[in-house]
C-alpha cells in the first residue's frame, strides 16, 4: 500500500521521487469572496504577479513550474550556483503582466496537453498551486492533475478571519479580546468597549473576513479616525446585509510568529519552519529564521499547530495553511491571529536548510523605485562590490531571490522605475546577519535617490 503524499517529506527526503506541477496563483482571495476593485494599481499589480519567481526555492529538477514569464537567465544561473534546482519551466502563450495566471493556463491548449500528458505518463504527479480556487480545480479537471489541498470551498472558508477566530474558541485556546459585529453599529459599540473597559486598549484592529497583504485591515487610534470606516461599512451593508467584521483590541507584542502546517490527506500533521516575522503596522516585511524562542516554546507552538491541522481535517482540508500568532508583551501566546489556507510567501522560504546549511536568515524585501531599469545582474554585480554578495563558499551574504520584481518598468507616470527586492541576508550568528542588514539598507535607498545602475 503507497504512503500518502506528503509535500514536506517530498522537499526533504524524497526530493527524487514523483512530479510536482507549481503555480503561484497569488491574489486568489478575489475569487474567493468577489467584491468591487478599489483603485488599480497596474504598476504594483505587475511586480506582485512576478513575486511567482520565488516558488524556485522549492523546486526540484524533474518538476514544472509555470511562469507568467520566462526568468532572467543570469538569474537561473545564480540560484543553480548557489545550489537551488532549476525544474522545468513553462510559459502560457500570450501571457501578459495582469491577467491572473490560472486565466492564461486555462487558454493555453498546447500547455493543457502537455500537463494532461504528464500526468497520464506518471501515476506519482501532483498540482501544488499557492491556493485553489474554482480555476485551479479546472486546471486539474482538464489535464486530470490530482490536487495536493483541498477544495476551493473549503480554502475559501478557512481564509474566513471570523472562521479563524471560531476555531480557536472550538479548540479552547485564547484569542483576542473583541466580537464579531455585523453592523456599522455594532463596530461602534465594539471600539468604544475595547477602548473605555478594562483593559483600555489603545488601538483596535477592524477586518474584514477575507484579505491579504494587510489589505482589509483597519488599525483605529481614535473616534476620528474610526467614522470615515463606519461610513464605509454602513455603505457596504446596505447591499450585502449579511456582511461580518471582527474588531479586536491591538496588543502590544514581544513578537510575531508564524508557522506552517501541512495536512496530509491522511490526517497527519506536520508543524514546520516556525518563524518570527517582522510587520510594519499589518504588512509582512520579511521573517528571521530560526526562531528566537526557547525550547518550551517552539514545544508549545508543535503542539497548538498538531491541535489546529487536525480540526482542519476533520473539516476536509488537506495542504499548507499558514498561522500567523503573536505573543504578548506580558508574554502571553495567542495562537491563531490568521489562518492562511494556503501557502503564503514565508512558505517559499521554509525549506533553505538544504542549499545554505546550519545558518541564521532574516528575509527581507524592500520596495524601491530607481531612476534607471535595474535588472538582476546589475544588482548582484552591485552586491559583490560592496562585499554584501551571498556566496555559497563563506556561508554568508545578501541573496536575492527574484528577478521579475526588480525594477524593469516604468510607472504609466513615465517617472520612476517601482520594484521590490526580495532578499535572504545569511550569516552564521545574528550579529553577523544584522552587520550585513545594516549595510544593505542604505545601499538601496542611496539608488532610489540618485544612483544609475551599470
Not at 311 to 317: D, E, V
Amino acid at each position: 500500500m503507497s504512503t500518502p503524499f506528503n509535500l514536506v517529506t517530498r522537499l526533504t527526503e524524497e526530493r527524487d521521487r514523483g512530479v510536482i506541477v507549481w503555480l503561484l496563483n497569488i491574489g486568489a482571495e478575489k475569487y474567493w469572496n468577489p467584491v468591487q476593485a478599489g483603485v488599480v494599481d497596474r504598476g504594483e499589480d505587475r511586480i506582485v504577479g512576478r513575486v511567482e519567481e520565488m516558488n524556485l526555492l522549492l523546486c526540484r529538477e524533474q518538476d514544472i513550474l509555470i511562469l507568467r514569464a520566462m526568468p532572467d537567465p543570469y538569474y537561473l544561473d545564480k540560484l543553480r550556483e548557489w545550489g537551488f534546482s532549476i525544474p522545468r519551466i513553462r510559459v502560457p502563450k500570450q501571457s501578459d503582466p495582469w491577467t491572473p495566471i490560472s486565466e492564461l493556463v486555462l487558454k493555453d491548449e498546447e500547455l493543457l496537453i502537455e500537463l494532461s500528458a504528464i500526468a497520464a505518463g506518471n501515476d506519482d504527479v501532483r498540482f501544488v498551486p499557492y491556493a485553489v480556487t474554482r480555476l485551479e480545480e479546472q486546471i486539474a479537471a482538464r489535464c486530470g492533475l490530482r490536487l495536493a489541498a483541498a477544495s476551493s470551498s473549503v480554502n475559501a472558508a478557512v481564509n474566513d478571519k471570523i472562521f479563524n477566530r471560531e476555531v480557536a474558541v472550538t479548540l479552547e485556546l485564547p484569542v483576542c479580546q473583541g466580537r464579531v459585529c455585523g453592523s456599522a453599529e455594532e463596530i461602534g459599540q465594539a471600539y468604544a468597549e475595547l477602548t473605555e473597559q478594562p483593559p483600555y486598549f489603545d488601538r483596535v484592529i477592524i477586518k474584514e473576513p477575507f484579505g491579504a497583504s494587510g489589505k482589509g485591515l483597519y488599525i483605529v487610534d481614535s473616534p476620528d479616525k474610526l467614522r470615515p470606516i463606519l461610513l464605509r461599512v454602513s455603505r457596504f451593508a446596505k447591499n450585502n446585509p449579511q456582511a461580518q467584521w471582527l474588531v479586536e483590541g491591538w496588543y502590544d507584542k514581544q513578537a510575531d510568529v508564524n508557522y506552517q502546517l501541512y495536512v496530509s490527506e491522511d490526517g497527519g500533521v506536520d508543524v514546520f519552519s516556525i518563524k518570527q516575522q517582522v510587520l510594519r503596522d499589518t504588512v509582512y516585511i520579511g521573517s528571521k529564521m530560526p526562531v528566537q524562542l526557547d525550547a518550551d516554546a517552539v514545544g508549545s507552538y508543535r503542539e497548538f499547530g498538531e491541535a489546529i491541522g487536525k480540526h482542519l481535517h476533520a473539516i476536509g482540508y488537506t495542504g499548507v495553511a499558514g498561522i500567523d500568532s503573536i505573543i504578548t508583551r506580558e508574554g502571553g501566546v495567542i495562537p491563531i491571529i490568521e489562518i492562511n489556507g494556503r501557502f503564503t510567501l514565508s512558505t517559499y522560504i521554509s525549506f533553505l536548510e538544504r542549499v545554505i546549511g546550519d545558518a541564521k536568515v532574516f528575509s527581507r524585501y524592500f520596495k524601491i523605485a530607481t531612476d534607471e531599469p535595474v535588472d538582476f545582474r546589475a544588482m548582484c554585480e552591485r552586491l559583490e562590490r560592496e562585499q554584501l554578495l551571498y556566496s555559497r563558499e563563506s556561508g554568508e551574504g545578501v541573496l536575492v531571490y527574484t528577478s521579475g520584481t526588480l525594477p524593469a518598468v516604468k510607472d504609466e507616470s513615465g517617472g520612476k522605475y517601482p520594484g521590490r527586492v526580495f532578499t535572504l541576508i545569511v550569516a552564521r550568528d545574528w550579529e553577523r546577519v544584522e552587520e550585513l542588514g545594516s549595510r544593505l539598507e542604505p545601499l538601496l535607498e542611496s539608488w532610489q535617490h540618485h544612483e544609475q545602475m551599470i
